[in-house]
């Protein structure tokens, strides 16, 4: 039996809500929406890179999202030093690449654990705490709010490109 991504359950958010509920349920919306467009894929289709010459696939948005996760919230709300890339930890852009060999279920799995450890890191953080850089830029400070609003754009722009990716697999549309 071939694997398969399994279907996911996708909440919307709250129409009336406090900010700090709506950006978590907005973002929980966004991780969802990513999953429901692998759900029903095999580990192959997840694989291809169905626009050319773009070397993007589905499996390595999600694997991208796994390093944005622990970038934003690990590394800067969380302020975990310790914390690599999983894909390649001496290098930037290997989520999207060497997709020859990566193992779809896993990858969708540490997608799930990566999107958990981001909730913990960022749970009892004000909305207005004030977070260091880490990399090039380390003047660049900013709040935890950014940090979620920044992640809400970064999904819609990389779901847009995922609703693009599975049409060309087969045909599925939708939000």
């Known amino acids: 039996m071939t694997w398969t991504a399994p279907p996911v359950d996708r909440t919307e958010p709250d129409r009336i809500a406090d900010e700090r509920t709506s950006l978590e349920q907005w973002l929980d919306f966004h991780r969802a929406t990513l999953l429901m467009k692998c759900a029903?894929?095999?580990?192959?289709?997840?694989?291809?890179?169905?626009?050319?010459?773009?070397?993007?696939?589905?499996?390595?948005?999600?694997?991208?999202?796994?390093?944005?996760?622990?970038?934003?919230?690990?590394?800067?709300?969380?302020?975990?030093?310790?914390?690599?890339?999983?894909?390649?930890p001496d290098s930037v852009g290997l989520d999207f690449e060497e997709l020859d060999d990566a193992d779809a279920e896993a990858n969708?799995?540490?997608?799930?654990?990566?999107?958990?450890?981001?909730r913990v890191a960022a749970a009892g953080k004000s909305l207005d705490d004030v977070v260091?850089?880490?990399?090039?830029?380390?003047?660049?400070?900013?709040?935890?709010?950014?940090?979620?609003?920044?992640?809400?754009?970064?999904?819609?722009?990389?779901?847009?490109?995922?609703?693009?990716?599975?049409?060309?697999?087969?045909?599925?549309?939708g939000d």
């Open 40 to 88: 029903g894929l095999t580990a192959e289709q997840l694989k291809m890179r169905s626009v050319p010459p773009s070397r993007l696939s589905l499996l390595g948005l999600v694997r991208h999202m796994v390093e944005v996760e622990r970038w934003w919230f690990g590394m800067h709300a969380a302020q975990q030093a310790d914390l690599r890339f999983p894909y390649d």
């Open 108 to 118: 969708l799995d540490d997608f799930r654990r990566e999107c958990e450890a981001s």
């Open 132 to 173: 260091p850089s880490r990399g090039d830029h380390p003047e660049r400070t900013r709040d935890i709010r950014w940090i979620y609003v920044h992640m809400i754009e970064e999904y819609a722009r990389h779901n847009g490109h995922a609703d693009l990716l599975r049409e060309c697999i087969d045909g599925v549309t």
